[in-house]
């Protein structure tokens, strides 16, 4: 028997949306996709998650669209997949939005308003949009299981993370290090890579910057620094003493410097001159095109 195909005189784009949508809907598509697939090897695959505290962007239906396909390439290779939702409810903007919405700081939390209070207009304004985000998942076509999300602050789901990390620690894969963690003084907590890049966290001023002198080691490396300084020695000066000028807006990280940068394209020069602090003569190095403004 020949199939008969519809013929479209116009390619309207909304309407075939709504189409697809409804016939997927209808025939539980997604559903079937994965009880089909009963017995055969698991593709496990967990959504994002994404915070509900504000509107889907079109950079979410760009990144859901990738997640969709490779769920779907591997429904198609013979896998079962399932596609657990979750919502993210952790999180220093979540905090600031409720703060700023209550016209509060840190500082209020447990005078101006108590801490039960204040988890609790968190816990609202976590899922303020969950509508929204369920509306455009299922208007893009996103195939994930919205009915039984995981949920970031329920305890099964804190609990779990806590249990993950006892059989990390128990099989020996746990080790502690040393690492330069951003932080906020006003926020009194730590902050991750996501919460650096949110609108307004980096803004230009003007500020103060200190120069420190960094002495030279001596070695075959660094020879030449030390016979140019001894060719032409003013009174008193101590001989074979060089130091590198380097510059930062952020003293308070030198005493975890581990080095100097350099740059390959800039010219440096050896400057003798006289120490503003000891006002002994002292060896310098230092960039030729910051001569007229350290001197």
């Known amino acids: 028997m020949a199939s008969k195909y519809r013929e479209f005189t116009g390619l309207n784009l909304p309407l075939i949306e709504s189409e697809v949508l409804a016939e997927w809907a209808q025939n539980q598509a997604f559903e079937k996709s994965v009880n089909l697939r009963e017995g055969a090897p698991s593709f496990v ?52 939005g409720v703060e700023k919405e209550l016209g509060i700081t840190k500082e209020d939390i447990g005078t101006k308003i108590s801490v039960e209070d204040y988890n609790k207009k968190c816990r609202e304004a976590v899922l303020r949009y969950k509508d929204k985000w369920d509306e455009i998942t299922r208007k893009m076509g996103y195939w994930v299981d919205l009915n039984d999300p995981y949920i970031t602050f329920r305890n099964e789901y804190i609990e779990t993370l806590w249990w993950l990390l006892s ?18 003084p006003a926020a009194g907590t730590g902050l991750s890579s996501h919460e650096l890049n949110q609108p307004g966290t980096y803004k230009d001023v003007k500020d ?41 807006t952020t003293p308070w990280t030198l005493p975890s410097n581990l080095g100097l940068t350099v740059g390959s394209n800039i010219d440096y020069v050896l ?17 030729k095109a910051l001569i007229g403004k350290i001197f």
């Open 45 to 96: 695959f967990y959504e994002g998650p994404p915070s509900a505290n504000g509107m889907p962007g079109i950079h979410h239906v760009i990144s859901r669209t990738l997640k969709d396909l490779v769920c779907r390439y591997k429904t198609m290779k013979g896998f079962q997949v399932h596609r657990k939702g979750g919502w993210d409810t952790h999180g220093l903007p979540i905090e600031l």
């Open 208 to 248: 103060t910057s200190a120069v420190a002198m960094f002495k030279a080691v001596r070695n075959e490396k660094s020879e030449f620094l030390f016979e140019a300084a001894s060719a032409a020695p003013i009174a008193g000066e101590q001989e074979g003493e060089v130091f590198f000028m380097a510059w930062t």
């Open 271 to 287: 400057v003798k001159t006289f120490n503003p602090y000891t006002h002994l003569p002292v060896n310098v190095v230092l960039a």
């Open 167 to 184: 059989e990390l620690y128990q099989k020996g894969l746990l080790y502690e290090s040393v690492s330069i963690q951003p932080y906020s």
